[in-house]
């Protein structure tokens, strides 16, 4: 049965609420449904075969008066006309008037229209929402088809979010279409609670999006926010604080909720508020006349500097653009419906005149009050519920070309675009049903729906498939939950210099296959600073390379210090959260902003250390050379042969070898250096002192043959004895060391563990053990020979060498005895340069200390190189 009998009832409790009317309902049981209150609202109806209705701001305030429930009902006093509001219900009829007259939309059907004035009320704009759904007559009789054409198909409206959704929520029961063209708030998205909304403005929610799209494009990571305290700001910050965090786009400085009416005590506490802020960008989403009570306090406080992000709700208001606002708000960025052309609209408007409106006195009235607004003038007598005025007497032959007027200036039709889509997204659904071809229906059986049996919830499913073009080339069509293509103009408040305002267009923000696009035209804006460039607007400044944030206690995310990245670590971007380690080979730049090589430390040729142990080492194998040819020059000599000539010439080549090898522990450390620099240290000392031993026992041996009985102890000791021993001996070195490599051999090592910054280049000797024995070994030698030198230091001859190899030896021992410490101490390449040091300091110390008081009595003392003078004897002459 037809479910708008029903409707009345839900009236009469309506009624009831607001202290409406007095009359008894019918019957339940009645087989009528009789009307229990009528409103008288302010409105302009036009009869049609299908009626459309519509809900739009005419009248700026209301006033109540008082009720009873024993008095009869008055109306509410709307007051303040509102000509855009005007404007945008004759673009409805426009609209209407222009389908009519197209014989390719609805053929054969005539369209009617029911327009009501809310006076921006949601009482008011309820009222008239449900006088639309159960019609005017006072008494529906009910049969048994209960067939028939509802009072209306559907409306338009309304423009406040609030208001849409009180009356959705009603309409939604029955499923009566509503195709809002101002209502944003993302809450009406919700099909579950609104099945039948439809709405020819984008959602909040992809109003929010752009707002944070252009927040995030000039760098603005900190701001404020202003809503209104309705559905509309609340719901819009809700969504904007969501949508923050999910983007990370920035942080807001503070929320704040616009009273109602000039509450000056609050509005002074949230402009203190703005003005001690470190936010520059302030974003208000909120009504016109929320933004006029916060600007007069804003320049009661002088608080500029501020750069203004408007709502769509505000941005056009022309009440907010004057010479003594605009020093406030110049530069404002808003987010503006979509601007469209009606083709014949301005035509249309010139055709309105009072005297043409008398079929209707309701209709007379609205007309008449624009005509009186316009020109200044009153009708005689008054119409009903108008304020009167005074002024000259309305003739209604005044001609509204003359001169431009708000109402004419059709340069800027955003609300009225969004009507007039609206409407035509509501015919164009009914085309559709009307041209569905019985038996592929969509309904029930694949029935069609049709003017004599139409139900409101067949048109819905027409709408939510409905997909045109406007002339001016605009797609409409609805999603999932009712919301149109998403698509906003970017506008900029121009301050010109003559004081003149200007609001230009300066981008868009629209849905693509690539998400919210982003078009803007920098080069257009005006910006209201003296730099004449964006301004900046953040809690802290970015975080440059070679740092990273670190989240001040108890603030939001976008207020941190910036931190130094630690040594070894790096942050190579603006704004890092963390600073990210080097690579094992790299080390931080000094800014730790990228990382760089680490330094290579070894002991290199190119060094200054380096270098002197070089030099060091082959003038030490240069003056071997010269000892070694000056002994063989003089090899016939005395002093030559008294002491072992072939051991001399066998103790030279060891040395030369001791110098050389020094050599393999300067360089950029490798396998085979590692491997032979040790091997041959210890081969070669192993010999040098090998031979120090012989040559010490060969001289023991030769004072012991001296004496009676002796002469037997030389033949251990020939020539074979010598150089055998000194095999054997360095036989066993040479094991060791090949033990050494086979088990654990030395290899190169890049230590990075001494040294953050760099690498040193080391080698290992593999074995610890190894190293020791190797050394051990050279040291037990080394005293072995030691103690038999000192044995023999008294010996009768004039030139006893065992006190020069007790000398040199302990040279040779306290060298070494004071490495072991020194090397274990030393980091790196120090280290090697100390071992070179220790190989050359003993090395010339055997070198000097055996070889020295030769070469001084062979070169500068030749009267002392003969037989007797070794013998001890005297010089001879």
């Known amino acids: 049965m037809w479910a708008f009998c029903n409707i009345n009832l839900l009236v009469f409790f309506m009624l009831l609420y607001f202290y409406f009317s007095s009359a008894v309902p019918s019957p339940l049981y009645s087989t009528s449904c009789q009307l229990q209150g009528q409103f008288h609202l302010n409105g302009m109806h036009k009869a049609g075969d299908v009626v459309l209705g519509?809900?739009?701001?005419?009248?700026?305030?209301?006033?109540?008066?008082?009720?009873?429930?024993?008095?009869?009902?008055?109306?509410?006093?709307?007051?303040?006309?509102?000509?855009?509001?005007?404007?945008?219900?004759?673009?409805?009829?426009?609209?209407?008037?222009?389908?009519?007259?197209n014989s390719n939309l609805l053929p054969n059907v005539t369209l009617g229209y029911s327009l009501y004035d809310n006076c921006i009320q949601l009482g008011i704009g309820f009222r008239a929402a449900l006088s639309l759904a159960s019609g005017q007559e006072k008494k529906v009789v009910l049969d048994d088809s209960c067939v028939g054409t509802p009072p209306i198909l559907g409306i338009v409206g309304d423009s406040s979010s609030t208001r849409s959704i009180a009356i959705s929520t009603v309409y939604g029961l029955y499923r009566i279409p509503m195709v809002s063209y101002f209502a944003t708030c993302s809450?009406?998205?919700?099909?579950?609670?609104?099945?039948?909304?439809?709405?020819?403005?984008?959602?909040?929610?992809?109003?929010?999006?752009?707002?944070?799209?252009?927040?995030?494009?000039?760098?603005?990571?900190?701001f404020g926010l202003l809503v209104s305290d309705d559905d509309y700001g609340l719901h819009a910050a809700q969504s904007f604080q969501s949508d923050l965090v999910q983007t990370?786009?920035?942080?807001?400085?503070?929320?704040?909720?616009?009273?109602?009416?000039?509450?000056?005590?609050?509005?002074?506490?949230?402009?203190?508020?703005?003005?001690?802020?470190?936010?520059?960008?302030?974003?208000?989403?909120?009504?016109?006349?929320?933004?006029?009570?916060?600007?007069?306090?804003?320049?009661?406080?002088?608080?500029?500097?501020?750069?203004?992000?408007?709502?769509?709700?505000?941005?056009?208001?022309?009440?907010?653009?004057?010479?003594?606002?605009?020093?406030?708000?110049?530069?404002?960025?808003?987010?503006?419906?979509?601007?469209?052309?009606?083709?014949?609209?301005?035509?249309?408007?010139?055709?309105?005149?009072?005297?043409?409106?008398?079929?209707?006195?309701?209709?007379?009235?609205?007309?008449?009050?624009?005509?009186?607004?316009?020109?200044?003038?009153?009708?005689?007598?008054?119409?009903?519920?108008?304020?009167?005025?005074?002024?000259?007497?309305?003739t209604g032959n005044e001609d509204l070309d003359n001169g431009e007027t708000e109402f004419l200036d059709l340069s800027n039709l955003r609300p009225e675009y969004n009507v007039y889509k609206a409407v035509y997204a509501l015919a164009y659904a009914l085309d559709d049903m009307l041209r569905c071809v019985p038996g592929r229906g969509p309904f029930s059986g694949h029935s069609c729906g049709n003017l004599q049996r139409l139900e409101p919830w067949q048109l819905v499913y027409y709408l939510e498939k409905v997909n045109f073009t406007t002339p001016f080339g605009d797609q409409v069509s609805f999603d999932e939950n009712g919301d149109a293509l998403p698509i906003y103009d970017i506008m900029n408040w121009l301050w010109l210099p003559d004081g003149r305002t200007k609001v230009q267009n300066v981008g868009a923000v629209k849905e693509s296959v690539k998400g919210e696009e982003l078009i803007l035209d920098e080069d257009k804006m005006f910006w209201n600073f003296e730099s004449q460039q964006p301004p900046q607007s953040v809690c802290s400044e970015s975080c440059p390379p070679g740092t990273r944030m670190a989240r001040k206690k108890g603030e939001p995310k976008c207020c941190f210090d910036c931190i130094p990245c630690s040594e070894g670590k790096i942050s190579n971007k603006t704004d890092s959260m963390e600073c990210t380690s080097c690579p094992e080979d790299f080390w931080s730049s000094p800014q730790r902003d990228h990382c760089?090589?680490?330094?290579?430390?070894?002991?290199?040729?190119?060094?200054?250390?380096?270098?002197?142990?070089?030099?060091?080492?082959?003038?030490?194998t240069f003056i071997c050379a010269v000892v070694l040819g000056i002994c063989i020059f003089y090899r016939s000599t005395p002093i030559v042969r008294a002491n072992n000539s072939?051991?001399?010439?066998?103790?030279?080549?060891?040395?030369?070898l001791c110098f050389l090898c020094s050599l393999l522990f300067i360089g950029r450390p490798r396998l085979w250096t590692c491997q032979l620099r040790h091997a041959a240290f210890g081969i070669s000392f192993v010999l040098c002192v090998s031979c120090i031993l012989v040559k010490t026992m060969v001289v023991l041996a030769v004072f012991k043959a001296s004496k009676p009985g002796g002469r037997d102890s030389l033949k251990w000791f020939g020539v074979l004895q010598q150089r055998g021993t000194i095999l054997v001996l360095t036989s066993i070195q040479a094991a060791i060391c090949t033990a050494w490599l086979v088990s654990a051999s030395p290899a190169p090592h890049k230590n990075t563990q001494n040294h953050n910054d760099k690498i040193v280049y080391e080698c290992v000797v593999g074995s610890t053990v190894g190293f020791a024995v190797l050394l051990g070994y050279i040291g037990l030698l080394a005293i072995l020979s030691f103690l038999l030198a000192f044995l023999a230091r008294n010996l009768p001859d004039s030139f006893n060498e065992a006190k020069l190899i007790t000398f040199s030896l302990l040279i040779f021992c306290a060298v070494w005895v004071a490495f072991v410490p020194a090397y274990i101490s030393s980091p790196g390449k120090y280290a090697d340069a100390l071992e070179v040091f220790a190989i050359l300091a003993s090395s010339f110390g055997l070198l000097v200390a055996l070889f020295g008081p030769k070469c001084y009595i062979i070169l500068l003392r030749p009267e002392r190189n003969t037989k007797k003078a070794i013998m001890g004897r005297g010089i001879e002459s």
């Open 54 to 101: 519509g809900v739009f701001e005419i009248h700026f305030f209301s006033v109540f008066p008082d009720q009873s429930f024993i008095s009869a009902p008055q109306e509410p006093t709307c007051h303040g006309f509102d000509v855009l509001g005007f404007r945008q219900a004759q673009t409805m009829a426009f609209a209407i008037d222009e389908i009519n007259r």
């Open 646 to 656: 072939e051991l001399s010439f066998h103790l030279l080549l060891s040395l030369k």
């Open 187 to 222: 809450c009406l998205s919700d099909r579950k609670k609104f099945p039948s909304f439809f709405r020819t403005i984008p959602s909040d929610a992809f109003q929010v999006r752009a707002m944070i799209q252009i927040l995030s494009h000039f760098g603005w990571s900190w």
């Open 248 to 394: 990370g786009g920035g942080c807001l400085a503070y929320v704040k909720v616009l009273p109602w009416g000039n509450d000056q005590a609050e509005l002074r506490r949230i402009v203190d508020v703005m003005k001690k802020s470190t936010a520059r960008v302030v974003i208000v989403f909120a009504h016109e006349s929320h933004m006029i009570n916060l600007m007069e306090e804003v320049v009661r406080q002088n608080v500029t500097g501020l750069q203004w992000m408007a709502s769509e709700a505000w941005t056009a208001a022309a009440v907010l653009q004057t010479p003594h606002l605009m020093p406030y708000l110049g530069g404002t960025l808003g987010i503006a419906i979509r601007r469209g052309e009606i083709p014949g609209l301005r035509e249309y408007l010139l055709q309105i005149r009072p005297d043409l409106q008398h079929n209707n006195s309701y209709g007379n009235s609205i007309v008449n009050q624009f005509w009186e607004d316009t020109f200044q003038c009153r009708f005689a007598p008054p119409p009903t519920g108008w304020v009167e005025a005074g002024g000259a007497l309305c």
């Open 596 to 620: 760089v090589p680490k330094k290579i430390e070894f002991l290199s040729y190119q060094e200054p250390l380096g270098i002197c142990l070089t030099t060091t080492s082959l003038l030490g």
